[in-house]
């Protein structure tokens, strides 16, 4: 089997076992590419409809491509999307000027918590990857959160073969990740076979190209002339450089990815 | 057509502090299979707390499992040669953290058992061993780590692999190979070392 094939059918039996288990079950959309491909996956697991709410934590700092982007594939897809704004955190001045991880928290975290309370999800899909950071690369693929999201990363539940944990108190919630093992060579290379739709951002013009998408004052792009999917996969083939690199509260703190992800980040 | 390449999974196991993620952590290293990123952050990470260069760090991304320098849970890195890609598969050491240890082998096609060579065979080189065995885990390779702080000594190597070998004999598992390593130096992990001779 090509690996491809292999990780696009555990992806699926993923978003399937979820939708099993959970009455209330959500896909958290963030426009990047790796969200992208797992609504992509969604599709093909549930033969062409998506029977769950997409949500997107919309900061009001997104780059404007990113929401065009959004707007339009929703429509396309005829997607059932919740989007949200913490608009109290916004309304008192919340910006990156009051501290980058003060900021995440309040503008995507709390948000984050906020829709889980109002719509009750039992289960969210999140398209994190391993290979893209330390404290995603030892995750679950089914990683329970408290009432407060909170993340008890010291004590994680055994998880072999493909049994999942799915029973939890009332309350809390599970994170699901389906593409945890995908790398990103994995996700372009997939884009490129499937032929999806990726917002314009990645791709180079004048130089630069942005390889990993945030908020406009917090992500940098990368110098790069990869103006198609082709040449992005050459890239990242023979490229030294971090995913990461160009997300500033990566490095606001040793741990910030940590950190922010044990109080419910994604 | 796509281009066919294999994938194997191996999963690093053994005793607490026996150099599990250090063997990880240099191969890597040794092979530059790690963003310029990820090493910056480690030297960083070391010089304020004042070690040298700790290539486990490069796997125990938890605070906690750098402050307190062991493996708390399993993680998995994605590694190539030529040949084929591969999946390597760190695990605790630590008896109370067995569920993590075992999450990451049953992923596993493979194993790579590490054992101190100073400290031969300890209560999780057995437990590990016999874990890898209920899960049906047949290629499996011994490290026998540290050899530097034996003076690379075949004899102190060929009594550690008897007695290792006498009790996974016990238990049905008949490691591919016996291999003297230092994890910390770079012998025998990603070049052939001129220090061992005994493979």
């Given at each position: 089997?090509?690996?491809?094939?292999?990780?696009?059918?555990?992806s699926?039996?993923?978003?399937?076992?979820?939708?099993?288990s959970?009455?209330?079950?959500?896909?958290l959309?963030?426009?990047?590419?790796?969200?992208?491909?797992?609504?992509?996956?969604?599709?093909?697991?549930?033969f062409?409809?998506?029977?769950?709410?997409?949500?997107h934590?919309?900061?009001?700092?997104?780059?404007?491509?990113?929401?065009?982007?959004?707007d339009?594939?929703?429509?396309?897809?005829?997607?059932?999307?919740?989007?949200?704004?913490?608009?109290?955190?916004?309304?008192?001045?919340?910006?990156?000027?009051?501290?980058?991880?003060?900021?995440?928290?309040?503008?995507?975290?709390?948000?984050?918590?906020?829709?889980?309370?109002?719509?009750?999800?039992e289960?969210?899909?999140?398209?994190?990857?391993?290979?893209?950071?330390?404290?995603?690369?030892?995750?679950?693929?089914?990683s329970?959160?408290?009432?407060?999201?909170e993340?008890?990363?010291?004590?994680?539940?055994?998880?072999?073969?493909?049994?999942?944990?799915?029973?939890?108190?009332?309350?809390?919630?599970?994170?699901?990740?389906p593409?945890?093992?995908?790398?990103?060579?994995?996700?372009?290379e997939?884009?490129?076979?499937?032929n999806?739709?990726?917002?314009?951002?990645?791709?180079?013009?004048?130089?630069?190209?942005?390889?990993?998408?945030?908020?406009?004052q917090?992500?940098?792009?990368?110098?790069?002339?990869?103006?198609?999917?082709?040449?992005?996969?050459?890239?990242?083939?023979?490229?030294?450089?971090?995913?990461?690199?160009?997300?500033?509260?990566?490095?606001?703190?040793a741990?910030?990815?940590?950190?922010?992800?044990?109080?419910?980040?994604m | 057509m796509?281009?066919?390449?294999?994938?194997?999974?191996?999963?690093?196991?053994?005793?607490?502090?026996?150099?599990?993620?250090t063997?990880?952590?240099?191969?890597?290293?040794?092979?530059?299979?790690?963003?310029?990123?990820?090493?910056?952050?480690?030297?960083?990470?070391s010089k304020?707390?004042?070690?040298?260069?700790?290539?486990?760090?490069?796997?125990?991304?938890?605070?906690?499992?750098q402050?307190?320098?062991i493996?708390i849970?399993?993680?998995?890195?994605?590694?190539h040669?030529?040949?084929?890609?591969?999946?390597?598969?760190?695990?605790?050491?630590?008896?109370?953290?067995?569920?993590?240890?075992?999450?990451?082998a049953?992923?596993?096609?493979?194993?790579?058992?590490?054992?101190?060579?100073n400290?031969?065979?300890?209560?999780?080189?057995?437990?590990?061993?016999?874990?890898?065995?209920?899960?049906?885990?047949?290629?499996?390779?011994?490290?026998?780590?540290?050899?530097?702080?034996?003076?690379y000594?075949?004899?102190?190597?060929?009594d550690v692999?008897?007695?290792?070998?006498?009790?996974?004999?016990?238990?049905?598992?008949?490691?591919?190979?016996?291999?003297?390593?230092?994890?910390?130096?770079?012998?025998?992990?990603?070049?052939?070392s001129?220090?061992?001779?005994?493979?």
């Amino acid at each position: 089997m090509d690996r491809l094939d292999m990780l696009e059918a555990q992806s699926i039996y993923i978003l399937r076992e979820a939708y099993k288990s959970f009455g209330k079950l959500g896909m958290l959309w963030s426009i990047g590419k790796d969200s992208t491909v797992m609504l992509w996956l969604a599709k093909k697991a549930f033969f062409g409809h998506c029977p769950f709410p997409f949500i997107h934590i919309d900061t009001t700092y997104k780059i404007p491509e990113m929401i065009r982007f959004r707007d339009k594939i929703a429509k396309e897809y005829n997607l059932d999307l919740i989007v949200y704004t913490n608009w109290d955190a916004i309304n008192n001045g919340m910006g990156p000027e009051k501290g980058r991880l003060v900021c995440c928290k309040a503008l995507k975290t709390d948000a984050l918590q906020h829709v889980i309370d109002k719509y009750k999800f039992e289960g969210l899909i999140v398209g994190v990857r391993r290979d893209e950071e330390g404290s995603r690369s030892k995750e679950r693929i089914f990683s329970e959160r408290n009432k407060e999201s909170e993340w008890n990363y010291t004590n994680q539940p055994p998880e072999l073969w493909d049994q999942f944990k799915t029973d939890f108190p009332k309350g809390n919630h599970i994170r699901v990740h389906p593409i945890l093992n995908w790398t990103e060579l994995d996700i372009w290379e997939y884009i490129k076979r499937e032929n999806i739709p990726v917002v314009d951002l990645y791709f180079a013009k004048n130089g630069k190209r942005y390889r990993s998408l945030g908020c406009a004052q917090c992500t940098g792009q990368i110098d790069s002339n990869a103006s198609t999917v082709d040449e992005i996969i050459e890239e990242l083939k023979h490229t030294n450089i971090n995913e990461r690199a160009g997300r500033a509260q990566d490095k606001e703190d040793a741990y910030a990815m940590q950190k922010l992800r044990k109080d419910g980040y994604m | 057509m796509l281009k066919f390449r294999e994938t194997l999974k191996i999963v690093v196991v053994g005793h607490v502090d026996h150099g599990k993620s250090t063997v990880i952590g240099r191969l890597l290293y040794d092979t530059k299979s790690l963003p310029e990123g990820a090493i910056e952050k480690v030297k960083r990470i070391s010089k304020e707390t004042g070690k040298p260069f700790e290539y486990a760090y490069l796997l125990d991304a938890f605070e906690e499992e750098q402050k307190q320098g062991i493996t708390i849970d399993t993680t998995q890195i994605q590694f190539h040669t030529k040949k084929r890609d591969y999946v390597i598969i760190d695990a605790p050491g630590h008896v109370e953290f067995l569920k993590n240890m075992i999450s990451g082998a049953a992923n596993a096609e493979a194993a790579l058992l590490v054992i101190d060579a100073n400290e031969g065979v300890r209560e999780q080189s057995k437990r590990h061993g016999y874990i890898l065995s209920l899960l049906g885990i047949k290629k499996v390779y011994v490290l026998v780590n540290k050899m530097d702080l034996i003076d690379y000594s075949e004899e102190k190597f060929l009594d550690v692999k008897s007695d290792m070998d006498t009790f996974l004999k016990s238990i049905n598992v008949f490691p591919q190979k016996y291999i003297p390593v230092s994890a910390f130096y770079g012998e025998n992990i990603a070049l052939r070392s001129k220090k061992n001779a005994v493979v």
